[in-house]
């Protein structure tokens, strides 16, 4: 029996060795039945010429310029599409690691309901086998606030059931065909942050389920460089207006907006409370440019 096709798409920027190790554990993999897409968002580290070098099957779309982790995603689905129509896509960061029966896991279950639109993997810290760093999504609307379920506990059997979680991570994601043919690709006006929230958000609407198995397993860095943070600001909270402007009308809308203005702000303030000034005028910009969401 043929196993169904998966799509790998992966977007990278100047993380070469990450990006090895990414490849290097999909090569691993027990499931055999995928190809690879890298999107390299204009590094400076030479990816492209490694990849082409070490991983000559590797399909390379190398970009100009960094036109943001959404779009990239798109142009490496859109590629798939053109190269032949797979069954599933997998997103995946450039920055994970596979276990060996990850794919093999996650076909398993989202072959087991058609109903199952996307499914995710219980995803660990980097070298520190059973910390969790997220095992599925959470998100409070009214308080616009996303967490990482399961954060920093420890990995036990209680972990055997799955869960259905609000959302899934783009940092790993395996989407049925039939569903990015009926909801669309990725809003690439998120640029970065929130288009995995968007895009779930979706599929839950068209009436699909949302899933996440402690069977399939990713390591996944944490990074936390200090001179992003204040960009990463930004773009939360201009993507935080876009979200509730384009999924909300009348009360429900201005009750996420004063959850925004109630919630998002202070506790985004609170985390970046070493560069108070700078995050104040990181959040301020991203209203000023989006103000219309409050209309």
């Known amino acids: 029996m043929n196993k169904p096709k998966i799509s790998i798409v992966i977007p990278t920027l100047n993380r070469k060795k990450e990006l090895i190790n990414c490849l290097n554990s999909i090569k691993?993999?027990?499931y055999p039945n995928y190809s690879i897409i890298v999107v390299d968002?204009?590094?400076s580290d030479e990816t492209s010429k490694l990849?082409?070098?070490e991983f000559p099957k590797v399909n390379?779309?190398?970009n100009r310029k960094n036109l943001g982790f959404a779009k990239a995603l798109n142009q490496g689905l859109r590629l798939s599409i053109k190269l032949g129509q797979p069954d599933f896509y997998f997103v995946l960061n450039d920055d994970a690691i596979l276990d060996k029966n990850c794919l093999s896991e996650l076909i398993k279950l989202i072959k087991s309901d058609e109903k199952i639109g996307a499914v995710g993997p219980i995803?660990?810290?980097?070298?520190?086998t059973n910390r969790i760093q997220s095992f599925g999504e959470s998100f409070y609307p009214f308080l616009f606030i996303t967490l990482h379920n399961d954060r920093n506990k420890l990995f036990t059997e209680k972990y055997g059931q799955i869960k259905e979680p609000d959302?899934?991570?783009?940092c790993a994601m395996l989407l049925r065909d039939e569903v990015i043919k009926k909801v669309g690709l990725f809003d690439e006006n998120y640029f970065a942050y929130y288009e995995d929230l968007d895009l779930s958000f979706r599929i839950r609407k068209?009436?699909?389920k949302l899933l996440a198995t402690p069977d399939a397993r990713i390591w996944h860095c944490n990074h936390s460089d200090k001179k992003y943070k204040t960009l990463k600001l930004y773009l939360k909270t201009k993507n935080s207006l876009f979200f509730i402007k384009k999924n909300y009308k009348g009360f429900s809308k201005l009750l996420n907006l004063i959850g925004f203005v109630?919630?998002?702000?202070?506790?985004n303030l609170i985390i970046n409370i070493e560069h108070p000034l700078a995050s104040i005028k990181a959040i301020l910009k991203a209203i000023f440019q989006y103000k219309h969401a409050f209309c």
């Not at 995803?123 to 520190?128: A, D, E, Y």
């Not at 959302?167 to 783009?170: D, P, Y």
């Open 262 to 267: 109630v919630f998002f702000i202070p506790m």
């Open 60 to 62: 390379l779309i190398k």
């Open 123 to 128: 995803i660990f810290s980097m070298n520190k």
């Open 51 to 53: 990849i082409k070098k």
């Open 206 to 208: 068209a009436g699909y």
């Open 41 to 43: 968002n204009c590094s």
């Open 28 to 30: 691993q993999q027990s």
């Open 167 to 170: 959302f899934i991570s783009g």
